[in-house]
């Protein structure tokens, strides 16, 4: 097994937000001023708690309506894998791609991301730490993205409702989903990636 040199190993602690290196017993930052620790207290637990939130909010989300169309009096909702067949089936394949890549797949890879990053800690998969790192990375970057089903869901019904077409209302899946959204991010902001090089 590959041994890592950590900032535990080496007796320093490393402030997260400017990534300056102190001595041990630090408790501040003395070049940005951020609270310091060698890991974020209770990172694992707080992360599963998150994630599994998450989880139970995304099952909802995709099942009930995104949004509901309301026109000649009667109502009709659809979910959001609703919604990207029917702008694939009117070749809308821009729009339709869009909110799969955004509703569907980056919040299920965000959490399989988070799940396998504990799951390396648990296991004390020490060999699959840098592959983690650059995953923890990368949910990090496409983090901003993953509200863009409910702007996608707002300008429609500004559109529709200003030509006067029908009436737009998001569904109930809007508020599980931006709850998902929300505990996903939470999440990944809770867990300490260092964690997975530590012995």
């Not at 991301?113 to 983690?132: D, P």
């Not at 496409?142 to 200003?162: E, P, R």
Request: net charge neutral; charged share 15%; aromatic share 10%.
């Amino acid at each position: 097994m590959m041994k890592w040199k950590t900032d535990i190993s080496e007796g320093r602690v490393l402030c997260l937000s400017c990534e300056e290196l102190h001595s041990l017993g630090d408790n501040e930052c003395q070049r940005c001023g951020a609270e310091i620790y060698q890991r974020k207290p209770s990172s694992i637990a707080q992360t599963w708690g998150y994630v599994i939130a998450a989880t139970l909010f995304l099952i909802p989300a995709n099942l009930m309506p995104m949004m509901v169309v309301t026109s000649l009096g009667s109502d009709e909702g659809s979910t959001i894998m609703e919604g990207v067949i029917y702008f694939l089936s009117h070749k809308d394949y821009g729009l339709g791609l869009i909110i799969f890549i955004a509703s569907v797949a980056v919040p299920v890879f965000k959490l399989s991301v988070v799940y396998y990053l504990l799951l390396i800690v648990h296991l004390k998969q020490r060999e699959k730490a840098l592959l983690g790192l650059k995953l923890f990375h990368i949910i990090h970057i496409i983090g901003k993205w993953s509200m863009l089903d409910i702007f996608v869901v707002a300008l429609m019904v500004s559109m529709v409702q200003f030509q006067g077409l029908a009436t737009i209302q998001t569904g109930a899946a809007a508020i599980s989903f931006c709850a998902a959204v929300i505990f996903t991010i939470i999440a990944t902001e809770k867990f300490d990636p260092r964690l997975m090089f530590d012995n």
